[in-house]
């Protein structure tokens, strides 16, 4: 596929006729996309934004004056530059979709019904788009979003938008193994939060338009739970117990199979691999990896506002255990004592045998390896989304001089953590006997 600039960047002079950046168009000014617009703004010597587009023009509005607020007055590239002076506001798709070939980067930050037929529309052009989660609701637009994408019309390049892979903890407890826990057996994900927030047209309370709570939400953690084992979840397995209603309760337009409020998901793994044996130092024994394969549980509550944690990954191996508490932002170690430190297998293990170690997170660029600046402020994913554009534009840049461009997440990842979700919501069906299909 042949990059749409052919010269590298730093090549190109930067005058009043010509501006390398990256241009950039929003397509959804609502909470997210005011978020991404702000992170966009730190990286100004890089990208700028040409187009906002949301049908509510107090959105469209409240995107352009974060664009203003962020403007700084040193940077060359903003004052006085007629090219990023303000950007083209529209309210329709179709609008923005006929300035295709004036955009570089694409964001998608709309109603997660919207993703996919958005997605359909942009991705037959050469262009590259950063997409929220989910990129899909339904099994419908799972399956037409995985057909076409797969097909020969596809020309985007596609990242799908997984902040929680770059919050700091997050980050340091993945860098940690496996040396430090061994052969990885179990993972617990937790999040403790506050019901969801209202959306315009409160479209988030209507599970046909958000492919409900565990596609929704938690498809930031189905991606986790696939990126920290690094195998993919048995789908045929999987049993959920969920709770709907214990929310909004107080007001009078509860849809009449309200969204699901609270959730235990449970999980085997499967590493795929041809090896389907563990080899201990007996040869004579050889063990199924049925009996020893990862295990994972993910716990949600949407009605625990105050808890001491709002998310906690816990990862458990032969070796040891790491636990990653949020917004505390760090992460706890602890190994497992041998048989020289705890001899008398009679009685529960001397407390000095047992190693641990507290990594404190809350330095982002030195947990990520990043030695320039990045925007500082924490967003709502405790930094994250400054990380995610930083390596996002790392790659645009990569792409436009060598035509090479690999997504930290595909679109083939994206579409992996919404099927968890609606297997997961389908697996809930299924208990309640109600003859819902998802």
Same mark, same amino acid.
């Given at each position: 596929?042949?990059?749409?600039?052919?010269?590298?960047?730093?090549?190109?002079?930067?005058?009043?006729?010509?501006?390398?950046?990256? #241009?950039?168009?929003?397509?959804?000014?609502?909470?997210?996309?005011?978020?991404?617009?702000?992170?966009?703004?730190?990286?100004?010597?890089?990208?700028?934004?040409?187009?906002?587009?949301?049908?509510?023009?107090?959105?469209?509005?409240?995107?352009?004056?974060?664009? %203003?607020?962020? #403007?700084?007055?040193?940077?060359?590239?903003?004052?006085?530059?007629?090219?990023?002076?303000?950007?083209?506001?529209?309210?329709?798709?179709?609008?923005?979709? &006929?300035?295709?070939?004036?955009?570089?980067?694409?964001?998608?930050?709309?109603?997660?019904?919207?993703?996919?037929?958005?997605?359909?529309?942009?991705?037959?052009?050469?262009?590259?788009?950063?997409?929220?989660?989910?990129?899909?609701?339904? &099994?419908?637009?799972?399956?037409?979003? #995985?057909?076409?994408? %797969?097909?020969?019309?596809?020309?985007?390049?596609?990242?799908?938008?997984?902040?929680?892979?770059?919050?700091?903890?997050?980050?340091?407890?993945?860098?940690?193994?496996?040396?430090?826990?061994?052969?990885?057996?179990?993972?617990?994900?937790?999040?403790?939060?506050?019901?969801?927030?209202?959306?315009?047209?409160?479209?988030?309370?209507? &599970?046909?338009?958000?492919?409900?709570?565990?596609?929704?939400?938690?498809?930031?953690?189905?991606?986790?739970?696939?990126?920290?084992?690094?195998?993919?979840?048995?789908?045929?397995?999987?049993?959920?117990?969920?709770?709907?209603?214990?929310?909004?309760?107080?007001?009078?337009?509860?849809?009449?199979?309200?969204?699901?409020?609270?959730?235990?998901?449970?999980?085997?793994?499967?590493?795929?691999?041809?090896?389907?044996?563990?080899?201990?130092?007996?040869?004579?024994?050889?063990?199924?990896?049925?009996?020893?394969?990862?295990?994972?549980?993910?716990?949600?509550?949407?009605?625990?506002?105050?808890?001491?944690?709002?998310?906690?990954?816990?990862?458990?191996?032969?070796?040891?255990?790491?636990?990653?508490?949020?917004?505390?932002?760090?992460?706890?170690?602890?190994?497992?004592?041998?048989?020289?430190?705890?001899?008398?297998?009679?009685?529960?293990?001397?407390?000095?045998?047992?190693?641990?170690?507290?990594?404190?997170?809350?330095?982002?660029?030195?947990?990520?390896?990043?030695?320039?600046?990045?925007?500082?402020?924490?967003?709502?994913?405790?930094?994250?989304?400054?990380?995610?554009?930083?390596?996002?534009?790392?790659?645009?840049?990569?792409?436009?001089?060598?035509?090479?461009?690999?997504?930290?997440?595909?679109?083939?990842?994206?579409?992996?953590?919404?099927?968890?979700?609606?297997?997961?919501?389908?697996?809930?069906?299924?208990?309640?006997?109600?003859?819902?299909?998802?």
């Amino acid at each position: 596929m042949t990059p749409n600039i052919h010269i590298p960047l730093s090549n190109l002079a930067l005058d009043e006729f010509h501006d390398s950046r990256i #241009r950039c168009a929003i397509l959804g000014c609502g909470m997210m996309g005011q978020e991404h617009v702000s992170y966009i703004m730190g990286y100004s010597s890089k990208i700028q934004i040409n187009y906002l587009c949301d049908p509510f023009e107090p959105s469209l509005e409240k995107a352009r004056k974060i664009m %203003t607020e962020c #403007r700084s007055s040193e940077d060359p590239l903003v004052v006085g530059n007629p090219l990023n002076s303000q950007p083209c506001l529209l309210m329709d798709e179709e609008d923005l979709l &006929r300035h295709v070939d004036d955009i570089d980067l694409l964001v998608i930050a709309s109603p997660n019904y919207l993703h996919t037929p958005s997605l359909l529309k942009w991705g037959r052009h050469d262009i590259t788009i950063l997409v929220e989660k989910p990129v899909a609701v339904s &099994r419908q637009q799972h399956d037409e979003l #995985r057909s076409v994408s %797969t097909s020969s019309d596809w020309q985007a390049r596609v990242w799908v938008a997984m902040e929680y892979r770059y919050i700091p903890a997050i980050a340091k407890l993945v860098s940690l193994l496996p040396e430090t826990i061994g052969e990885l057996k179990m993972i617990t994900i937790r999040e403790n939060r506050y019901p969801f927030l209202h959306k315009i047209g409160d479209w988030n309370r209507d &599970r046909y338009k958000t492919g409900d709570t565990l596609v929704e939400k938690c498809c930031h953690f189905f991606d986790l739970f696939r990126f920290i084992t690094g195998q993919e979840a048995i789908l045929s397995k999987m049993k959920t117990l969920a709770q709907r209603g214990v929310n909004y309760q107080e007001e009078d337009d509860q849809p009449t199979v309200p969204i699901i409020d609270s959730a235990y998901v449970t999980m085997p793994f499967s590493s795929n691999s041809t090896d389907t044996t563990v080899t201990t130092t007996n040869t004579s024994r050889e063990v199924g990896n049925k009996w020893s394969n990862a295990i994972g549980c993910l716990e949600l509550c949407m009605f625990s506002e105050g808890s001491r944690h709002q998310e906690e990954i816990i990862v458990t191996g032969t070796k040891g255990r790491l636990e990653a508490y949020l917004p505390e932002n760090k992460v706890y170690q602890f190994c497992r004592p041998n048989h020289d430190l705890w001899s008398d297998r009679s009685i529960p293990p001397p407390s000095n045998s047992i190693h641990h170690q507290v990594y404190d997170c809350s330095n982002v660029r030195e947990i990520h390896s990043i030695e320039s600046e990045i925007p500082k402020h924490q967003g709502y994913h405790y930094s994250s989304t400054a990380i995610e554009w930083y390596h996002l534009l790392k790659e645009v840049q990569r792409y436009k001089h060598t035509g090479e461009f690999v997504p930290h997440v595909s679109i083939d990842d994206g579409l992996r953590a919404v099927e968890m979700g609606i297997e997961a919501t389908a697996k809930l069906a299924n208990d309640l006997d109600d003859g819902e299909k998802y």
